[in-house]
């Protein structure tokens, strides 16, 4: 069966410190990979997705920006966090039609 | 491009009352639809889906949504709730002749089971 982790599951940064969240799948491979941002009262919002290496779409203008280094490893990263960065961090894989989500990383930007 | 309503932000209901979560859905191309579950401080838990064929799809603990294409809508509905069934539900929609399959959700319906 297939699994998907998000490290970390929390994380406090502060102003203007860099970011990095890791999404890793098991038990599938070559994935669609995808990361959400939920934030307080705004609903789940598509951030990026991926339908191979390589391939990576910016849904949302912004100071992230993705990688996926090996097929089923995803990246969230930013070279300067700001306050509007925190939120609730949601990787998802997907194989067809039905996207199927990890636990999530809560990020609190200071 | 898609959009999708969740008519009511929050639905408080008592134990074992039935319940309607309503989800209305616009998009120029033909669509799938589906209703995900969040616990507290948890990710999204998919409930279920409707890609085709029957409009009626159910889930494995009670709940069932039906596709009614002339009301663009995809209500969700439980006869009969339980404390457990507190949660926040997300209806999504992706379009069905894409590759990529992204989902457009709405802002979310507060589910509170109260005894």
């Known amino acids: 069966s297939q699994t998907i982790h998000q490290w970390p599951a929390t994380l406090v940064q502060p102003v203007g410190s860099p970011l990095s969240l890791e999404c890793t799948v098991e038990?599938?491979?070559?994935?669609?990979l995808y990361w959400y941002r939920q934030a307080a009262g705004r609903g789940l919002q598509l951030l990026f997705y991926?339908?191979?290496?390589?391939?990576i779409s910016s849904e949302v203008p912004q100071n992230l920006s993705a990688s996926r280094p090996q097929d089923r490893q995803f990246i969230l990263s930013s070279k300067k966090l700001l306050l509007s960065d925190s939120g609730f961090y949601l990787c998802?894989?997907?194989?067809?039609?039905?996207?199927?989500f990890g636990p999530g990383t809560r990020l609190t930007v200071l | 491009a898609q959009s999708v309503t969740q008519l009511d932000s929050q639905v408080p209901v008592f134990e074992e009352a039935p319940v309607e979560l309503r989800c209305n859905y616009s998009?120029?191309?033909?669509?799938?639809l589906f209703w995900y579950v969040q616990y507290p401080n948890q990710g999204l838990q998919l409930l279920l889906k409707?890609?085709?064929?029957?409009?009626l799809v159910k889930s494995i603990n009670g709940f069932e949504a039906e596709f009614n294409k002339s009301q663009t809508s995809f209500h969700l509905r439980k006869p009969s709730v339980h404390i457990s069934d507190t949660a926040e539900y997300f209806c999504?929609?992706?379009?069905?002749?894409?590759?990529?399959?992204?989902?457009?959700f709405g802002k979310g319906t507060l589910l509170t089971v109260n005894p």
């Open positions: 409707y890609l085709s064929g029957s409009t």
């Open positions: 999504a929609v992706s379009e069905s002749g894409g590759s990529n399959y992204k989902l457009t």
């Open positions: 998802a894989w997907g194989r067809g039609n039905t996207q199927y």
């Open positions: 038990g599938t491979s070559n994935p669609n």
């Open positions: 991926s339908i191979g290496i390589d391939q």
């Open positions: 998009s120029s191309v033909s669509v799938y």
